[in-house]
């Protein structure tokens, strides 16, 4: 047996003979990581969230949005309000060739009533392009076409949680009437679920999706919230930009519109989630600290209990550093051991709240919870061992 | 073998005073020797037993380990002579009581520096079995009796084959006849083993052991 695995074998075997006491100075720590470990992993699946909500919408996707969306690394103030688009900006963005297809977007929210049940719900109303631009796959009945668009067809397209919501099933949706507004529609479709929602993202199971024509019947100005456009795959996406840069120049001010990329969206969002991150992590970091404050103050306890063991092993030959060093060990073990104990928890609790919450642990978040462990037991043990080390031998060997 | 050469121990309490722990003395232990140290209570001889164990520093004078000048070493290397040379045995027994028996006379070969010539493991089990200690390898100190705690001890003072065996007062705490039983085994390994043996006590019986005595009193070697 090497002599660190003994050291270590003997300071469990302490922990074994005190285990109340082990447990209440490791509480610290076990609270510490607990909230470090959760803390990020509830932000980590937020942001793994929102990511996979942009990656499904591909790469070469491009949204004209109206004001400055992004500014200064966060979302611009007029990004909600401002100008709204119309046909002519639809005509124009049409003629740039690099596009291959465009979708202008309006929505309007109010209470549908179905067959079984009614809930408040919004409807997006874009053209046939909408599906493919934000990869939609159809589950029952077809998606929007460019007939419904041209007829001004009061048909919508479905997202299964509203479907079942006011239908009961899926398959009972289809074909059926529901009611918006005193407007009756027809549902020719259910998509597929896109999962998730609540957090972050739009909710798109929860959404119907109409003809953007028909969407006029609330809205007699005929305007847009934005557009949404995919480009030639063998494009690159800047000069594409720039041409719908020029397009939109003929007719608003430079910071009367935006052309964002997915990409960008994300960055912003990670730039805000990794500010989200430090500030949870300094936070939880406090009772860390406290956590470690708590293992030096009872490794000073323990060093003075155990001056005659530090006497007779420096009696038979133990150096100074064997005793730091015994004393590091015992420090860090009951550190590691708060910091497993928290993990373990941790993880209980992302389990427990998976249902609900995104949540999301990953290797780094486990390395560094017991990365950290071992830091502060080495930095709140190294005082108490290096009283133990420097004990004159003597002196701890009279110690009674 | 070890040599105190006008050794002083003195503490100051004041300004004024100091208190002198033993006065200017010199003792030569050689090798293969049986001493005893003898002298009454608050005489001086833990002082000298401490000094010449090397737990202690000597406020003047020079203590000679074969020909090293310990003032000349530092903590390390007086740790390591410690460690290899001298093998202690306590009135207390001073076992640690959360190590099994077997890992207290092991617990000097893990401080070792030097590369040990044998398995300590194996020469362990051999002292154990032949000290009458069988089957109590694992048992804690505090589930074995005090003559049994004392041999473990010396067991462990045994372990890297030391040149000398300082013995403080190892009967104090034991019955007449366990005491007389931890003699005959320090006295064997004088006489088998060639070990040198120093033995600190007060008692007249014990210090009969010894081949030679070396007197303490009012803080001074009296020979």
Redesign the interface.
């Known amino acids: 047996m090497s002599y660190f695995l003994f050291i270590v074998k003997s300071a469990f075997e302490d922990f074994r003979r005190s285990k109340m006491q082990t447990f209440l100075t490791s509480l610290g720590i076990l609270i510490g990581v607990f909230a470090v470990v959760t803390l990020t992993a509830m932000g980590l699946g937020l942001k793994k969230y929102i990511s996979d909500q942009f990656d499904s919408l591909g790469t070469n996707t491009l949204f004209v949005a109206p004001g400055k969306l992004l500014q200064g690394g966060g979302f611009g103030e007029s990004s909600l309000l401002g100008n709204r688009f119309d046909l002519k900006d639809l005509n124009r963005l049409k003629r740039v060739r690099s596009i291959k297809s465009i979708t202008p977007l309006s929505s309007k929210s109010g209470t549908a009533k179905g067959a079984k049940d009614s809930e408040f719900s919004t409807i997006f109303f874009s053209s046939e392009a909408f599906f493919d631009i934000s990869g939609f796959e159809i589950d029952k009945g077809r998606f929007l076409d460019k007939r419904d668009i041209d007829k001004r067809a009061k048909v919508l397209v479905a997202g299964p949680k509203i479907a079942e919501k006011l239908f009961g099933t899926i398959s009972e949706a289809i074909d059926k009437k529901v009611t918006i507004d005193n407007v009756s529609f027809t549902i020719i479709g259910v998509i597929k679920s896109k999962g998730g929602g609540g957090f972050g993202g739009p909710d798109y199971d929860s959404y119907f999706f109409g003809p953007y024509t028909t969407g006029f019947i609330f809205d007699p100005d005929k305007k847009f919230i934005r557009f949404a456009m995919k480009t030639d795959e063998n494009i690159n996406i800047s000069s594409v930009k720039e041409e719908v840069k020029d397009a939109m120049l003929k007719r608003y001010k430079d910071d009367e519109f935006s052309i964002v990329e997915p990409t960008e969206i994300l960055s912003v969002v990670n730039g805000i989630f990794g500010i989200m991150n430090i500030v949870l992590v300094a936070i939880a970091s406090i009772s860390l600290l406290v956590g470690g404050i708590g293992i030096m103050n009872i490794m000073y306890v323990t060093v003075s209990d155990k001056t005659k063991e530090v006497g007779i092993r420096r009696a038979i030959g133990a150096r100074k550093n064997d005793i730091l060093f015994q004393f590091i060990v015992e420090a860090v073990a009951l550190s590691i051991l708060g910091g497993a104990l928290g993990l373990g928890l941790a993880y209980a609790g992302i389990l427990l709240v998976q249902p609900f919450f995104p949540a999301y642990m990953d290797v780094t978040s486990v390395a560094l919870a017991l990365g950290v462990s071992s830091v502060i037991g080495i930095i709140f043990g190294v005082l108490p061992a290096r009283k133990a080390a420097n004990l004159e031998p003597v002196e701890a060997i009279r110690y009674e | 073998m070890i040599k105190l050469d006008k050794v002083v121990k003195s503490y100051k309490i004041d300004e004024e005073t100091t208190f002198y722990a033993l006065k200017e003395s010199s003792v030569e232990i050689n090798e293969r020797e049986f001493v005893s140290i003898i002298g009454p209570s608050g005489s001086g001889k833990s002082t000298l037993m ?1 000094l010449i ?1 090397l ?2 520093k000597p406020t003047s004078g020079e203590i000679i380990v074969q020909g090293r000048k310990i003032s000349q070493l530092n ?2 290397q007086v ?2 002579l ?3 040379f001298i ?2 045995v ?1 009135q207390q027994f ?1 076992l ?1 009581p ?2 099994t028996v077997l ?1 207290n006379i092991l ?2 070969s ?3 520096r030097k590369k040990l010539e044998y398995d300590p493991r194996e020469k362990a089990m051999g002292l154990i079995k032949r000290f009458g200690l069988e089957g109590k390898e694992k048992s804690y100190p505090n589930k074995i009796s005090g003559g049994q705690q004392q041999r473990v001890a010396i067991l ?1 003072a045994l372990i ?1 084959e030391p040149k000398m065996i300082l013995a403080d007062e190892p009967t104090g705490n034991l019955d007449s006849k366990t005491g007389g039983e931890i003699m005959e085994m320090l006295k064997e390994l004088n006489e088998d083993e060639k070990i040198t043996i120093a033995i600190v006590t007060h008692e007249a019986d014990i210090a009969k052991y010894g081949k030679r005595a070396i007197h303490v009193k009012d803080g001074a070697v009296v020979k």
């Open positions: 401490h164990g737990l202690d903590d390390d740790s390591s410690r460690n290899e093998g202690f306590f001073n640690i959360k190590l890992e617990l000097p893990f401080y070792a462990r890297m």
